[in-house]
Every structure is written in structure tokens, then in C-alpha cells.
């Protein structure tokens, strides 16, 4: 299976703090995305980046990528309680689909 | 318009019944993907429609059966489907120059 595995499974932190979660795959990739899901509604994406892209920011996220250990993280600074979600990677190849991770539940406590 | 839509919201059918799930996107995307999840799981892609054509069937069970009817329109056909099937059906929209796929709300499917 071409799918990537997710760390921590669930994550809770309170307001303010910043929440980190990693995602590890297992095949060469075009591009790495990150998505937020609500529950039980469709996913949003978030950021993506390039294989030939080290850091990339947007807003409060920060997404770092490291293709030599196949693995990238996704930092979310001063969370919210808006920002309890679930949050998957989805890694994209040659071919035009995705291949998403396990996933991190987020709850953030007000 | 950024929107994916798909219909109904929920559905609710038992193992003899035929339905259909429909989606919906004017983004002038040309590939469209159903994905099946179930529950703390992440979606599972089901088949990929490039143009207009079926580009990958990820060894889906004949009981759901795929139709693009124009460009903009994605539609799900199901037939004789078992409880295991029960599940949240996501339906996306890509444009190969942009990579990000754009999800629609989903249908929650439950057969009794």
C-alpha cells in the first residue's frame, strides 16, 4: 500500500498551544498535501509542497518536508478551537490521484 | 465558484435497492474522483474520471458503477450493495495544473 502512516492517531492540547503531527510515506512523490477534515464532512485542503521544497508556510502553518527520510510534519501555531478537525497527508505521484495517510484527530480545548 | 456539491446528504437503502449518488462541480475541473470512507479512517479512492473517461477503477465490486455524464457532472450508481458498504461516499474535482482536489461534502450511506 502506497499509504502514508500519521503520528500521533489523536492529539489534544489546549487554546494557544501549537500542535505538531508527522507524516512518514514510502514512495517517491511529485507532492506532499496536507488536508483538514470536520467531522463527518468533505476535506479542505490546506498546503502543499513540492518534493524540491524544504519549508513552507501559509498563515498560522508551517509544513516542513524531508524526501531523504520520507517524511513531512505540519506545525499549527497558536491553535484554536476551530482547528479541532482531523488532519490527513495525501502524498501525489506520477499518476493523478492521491494517496492519503492515516490521520491525526486534533481537538483543541477552549 | 469553488463548490463541489453532491446529493442527497444522507441515503439510506436496503440490499435490494437501486440508487444513485450524484455530484457536481463548474470549476472547469477535468478529473473527478469518488472516494469511500468509513468511519477514522482516511478515504479510499474508488475510481478516477479524466476527461470525461474512466482512468483507474481500484478493483471496486460491480455493485457501483461509475458514470461521468459531461464534464461537470460525477455520478455513482448502486446496486445490491451489502451492510459492509455503509459508509461516507466523497466525491472531489482536480485540475491536473493545480494538484489540490476539491471535496464535496459527502453522501453518509447506510444499507440496511
Known amino acids: 500500500s502506497q499509504q502514508g502512516e500519521e503520528d500521533p492517531q489523536a492529539l489534544s492540547i489546549q487554546e494557544g498551544e501549537n500542535a505538531t503531527m508527522n507524516c512518514s510515506y514510502k514512495t517517491s512523490i511529485n507532492n506532499l498535501q496536507w488536508y483538514r477534515q470536520n467531522s463527518g464532512r468533505g476535506l479542505v485542503h490546506l498546503i502543499l509542497i513540492r518534493s524540491n521544497e524544504r519549508e513552507k508556510h501559509s498563515g498560522r502553518l508551517r509544513v516542513t518536508l524531508d524526501t531523504s527520510k520520507k517524511s513531512s510534519s505540519l506545525l499549527i501555531t497558536a491553535s484554536r478551537a476551530a482547528d479541532t478537525a482531523s488532519y490527513f497527508c495525501a502524498t501525489k505521484t506520477g499518476a493523478n490521484n492521491l494517496f492519503f495517510g492515516t490521520g491525526t484527530r486534533l481537538t483543541v480545548i477552549p | 465558484d469553488t463548490e463541489v456539491t453532491q446529493t442527497p446528504k444522507h441515503l439510506v437503502m436496503g440490499m435490494t435497492n437501486k440508487k444513485s449518488l450524484k455530484c457536481e462541480q463548474h470549476?472547469?475541473?477535468?478529473?473527478m474522483y469518488w472516494y469511500k470512507q468509513k468511519a477514522k479512517k482516511p478515504p479510499e479512492l474508488m475510481f478516477v474520471?479524466?476527461?470525461?473517461?474512466?482512468?483507474i477503477n481500484e478493483s471496486v465490486p460491480s455493485r457501483f458503477s461509475p458514470e461521468c455524464p459531461n464534464s461537470s457532472l460525477l455520478n455513482l450508481h448502486l446496486h445490491a450493495l451489502q451492510p459492509e458498504d455503509s459508509a461516507l461516499y466523497l466525491c472531489?474535482?482536480?485540475?491536473?495544473?493545480?494538484?489540490?482536489?476539491?471535496f464535496g461534502p459527502g453522501t453518509r450511506l447506510t444499507v440496511t
Open positions: 470549476m472547469g475541473h477535468r478529473a
Open positions: 472531489a474535482s482536480g485540475d491536473y495544473t493545480v494538484n489540490e482536489q476539491y
Open positions: 474520471y479524466s476527461y470525461e473517461k474512466l482512468s
